[in-house]
């Protein structure tokens, strides 16, 4: 498959006022595109501040040393947390990649401009709707509002309209791909990571689809319109909505991967046509692991939950094995390139781990690939489910796939959204260069205290674990209290790496130093190695290879100890 | 071994450059094999016997 870049007519179908030639890149830059990309990228740096204090107080919290909020004020900003977090921060932040992919990496204009004020505007005006309502203290249902915990309806309309405006968002993408093609404005097949978008924008569309099933019958039960919800159709619906949308968060972060890797090493995907099957894959299996959430939920058997979460689901964890192979091996091929071709990890060593584009993108990579994707694939069997549901192990993992994962891939691609879009420079380098490092360390070791502590059995959602002026002495060993301190302190050095990015943001987009005119200062010299280029075989990366061998080790490993956790608990004889 | 069709182009690779067609297995097979299979698991649960 040819890549499509490298065929762009010049002008593709942009009216002549419409675009500019980025002056780093040289790849056309639809303005209309521009604009709606800075402004999701503001709105959703904003929700990610939101979150972000709410997730140090949650974390103070749950930290029984500190115990900070009441429990009120612990169930109210872990409703907020969730929401602005999952579904603001990360749903504006997918808009504004699609829109990036379609328009610039396609050389097309964006195909409505209306239709993309009217996403803006209804996203933008849910939130609020959502956050005013939780603030209003009638809406303390957690993300999951699961009835019939039952909210403001300003909660349920305010998530409608956030859904609908991404949906808006989603149909305009799916609107360029569609001129870009009628106007031919690139030959052949799209480039990669314009294919990983598409696969995301699929995803979406069946995500919010079920949004839109399960939301208006609860606005409507909110409103006293209809009597009643069955709590375990509310359930299997919303976790369409709930888990697809996460798989939505794979697609674009796989393809930032990709991004990242061709900005900061100028990598190429090693084989097209593999790693395109391995976004199939996601498109056709991935959304049925949504069933891992009901694994003890009584009224589907077992052959549904296995099917959904066994059988089906491991041709999508095969998916992202596949890219956790091809990602790091590309970059060791274009590492290897450039002279550093010595043993098997001097292409690592000398990877320009200085560049928080480089840095916050590898750290994304090894955080999702030995954190996320060991625990999802184990706690997602339907057996071993049985002990850690509901406990403090379930948030492990996801912070260190949605937030370790995919919002530090998020965070490492803005240290060149910020230069090439906004066409701004950032201010203190210095920190730029050790903020994914604070923030993925800091959600690493939460993630690995939450995960221990849940493995003592602490439970999640649970503001004190003490039961403190009970009728009987309960609450949990030292062991557990030490991984909850763990915990805590993790999550202060996460909140902190949190807020630095949003400083260095507001600091480069509102008061930085324009770069227009001039191409991009880059974030390191250009990694120069000894050996000459030709040596290297395109197909041998032994390196990468060993990494792979030690993840499946650590895979077998975690996954057998958990069997044997399984028949401690459960003897059967 | 080549199962190029006409156009020169093999299957799969067919469906990788349709983006339609995958929207539409995209839909399709998570609603079946999810939704809809365990929305008729809880349709076929028996209505609680409770006085
Ligand atoms: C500084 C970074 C963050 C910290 C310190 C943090 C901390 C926490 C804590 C302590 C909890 C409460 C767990 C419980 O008591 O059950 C929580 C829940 C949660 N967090 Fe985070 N978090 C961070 C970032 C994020 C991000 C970026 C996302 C999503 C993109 C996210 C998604 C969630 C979700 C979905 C929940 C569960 C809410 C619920 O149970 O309803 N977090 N987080």
Aim: aromatic share 12%.
């Amino acid at each position: 498959m040819a890549s499509a870049v490298e065929s762009l007519p010049i002008l593709g179908n942009h009216p002549t006022d419409q675009v500019r030639a980025c002056d780093t890149t040289t790849l056309p830059v639809c303005l209309t595109a521009q604009k709606f990309i800075k402004l999701h990228a503001v709105a959703a740096v904003v929700f990610l501040l939101i979150g972000g204090i709410a997730a140090l107080t949650l974390g103070l919290t749950r930290w029984p040393a500190v115990h900070l909020l009441d429990a009120q004020w612990y169930y109210r900003l872990l409703t907020l947390h969730g929401l602005n977090m999952l579904i603001f921060w990360i749903l504006n932040f997918e808009i504004a990649v699609l829109y990036f992919a379609s328009t610039v990496l396609l050389n097309t204009r964006l195909a409505s401009k209306s239709a993309a004020w009217v996403g803006l505007v209804m996203m933008t005006v849910g939130a609020i709707m959502v956050d005013a309502a939780i603030f209003g203290g009638k809406s303390d249902v957690l993300m999951t509002s699961y009835v019939p915990l039952k909210a403001s309806p300003w909660f349920y309309l305010g998530i409608i309209l956030v859904a609908v405006g991404t949906l808006v968002g989603v149909i305009n993408y799916f609107a360029t791909i569609y001129i870009a093609k009628r106007d031919q404005t690139y030959k052949g097949s799209v480039p990669l990571v314009v294919f990983g978008a598409t696969a995301a924008a699929i995803i979406a569309v069946v995500t919010l689809l079920h949004g839109a099933v399960v939301m208006i019958p609860t606005l409507l039960w909110s409103m006293g319109i209809i009597e009643n919800i069955d709590p375990a159709w509310y359930r299997i619906t919303w976790w369409g909505l709930g888990h697809m949308s996460q798989q939505v968060n794979v697609c674009a972060m796989v393809s930032i991967w990709y991004l990242l890797g061709t900005l900061t090493v100028g990598s190429k995907p090693l084989n097209q046509a593999v790693c395109r099957g391995a976004f199939v894959l996601y498109i056709l299996f991935i959304n049925v692991a949504s069933a891992h959430h009901l694994l003890v939920d009584p009224g589907t058997g077992s052959v549904w939950k296995i099917w959904n979460t066994s059988y089906a689901m491991y041709l999508a964890v095969l998916a992202s094995m596949i890219h956790g192979f091809t990602v790091p091996a590309s970059i060791e091929v274009a590492m290897r390139k450039k002279g550093f071709n010595r043993g098997l990890f001097g292409w690592l060593a000398n990877a320009p781990w200085s560049n928080p584009g480089f840095s916050g993108f590898f750290l994304s990579l090894v955080i999702f690939g030995f954190g996320g994707g060991i625990t999802g694939v184990t706690l997602g069997t339907q057996q071993i489910n049985i002990m850690a549901h509901n406990t403090l192990r379930i948030p492990g993992h996801f912070h260190v796939t949605v937030v370790g994962g995919t919002t530090l891939a998020f965070m490492a691609i803005t240290y060149y959204i910020v230069p090439l879009i906004f066409q701004k420079d950032f201010y203190a380098k210095a920190l730029c260069r050790i903020q994914p490092y604070l923030f993925g360390g800091g959600i690493t070791l939460m993630a690995l205290g939450m995960s221990f502590a849940g493995s003592y059995g602490v439970p999640r959602r649970h503001w004190d674990i003490e039961f403190t002026g009970g009728l009987f002495a309960t609450g949990f060993d030292a062991g557990a209290h030490v991984m909850l301190g763990i915990m805590g302190v993790g999550a202060v050095i996460a909140f902190l790496g949190l807020l630095l990015y949003c400083l260095l943001v507001v600091a480069a987009v509102f008061f930085g130093r324009p770069v227009e005119g001039k191409p991009m200062e880059a974030w390191n010299e250009e990694p120069r190695g000894q050996i000459d280029a030709e040596e290297v075989d395109e197909h041998k990366t032994p390196g990468t290879l060993v990494i792979v061998f030690v993840f499946l080790t650590a895979f077998a490993v975690y996954y057998f100890a958990n069997w044997m956790w399984l028949s401690d608990l459960w003897e059967v004889r | 071994m080549s199962s190029k069709e006409p156009d020169g182009k093999k299957p799969l690779q067919k469906l990788m450059d349709n983006p339609w067609l995958l929207l539409v297995l995209g839909i399709v097979i998570p609603t079946l094999s999810y939704t809809v299979w365990g929305w008729i698991e809880l349709w076929l649960v028996p209505p609680a016997a409770l006085p």
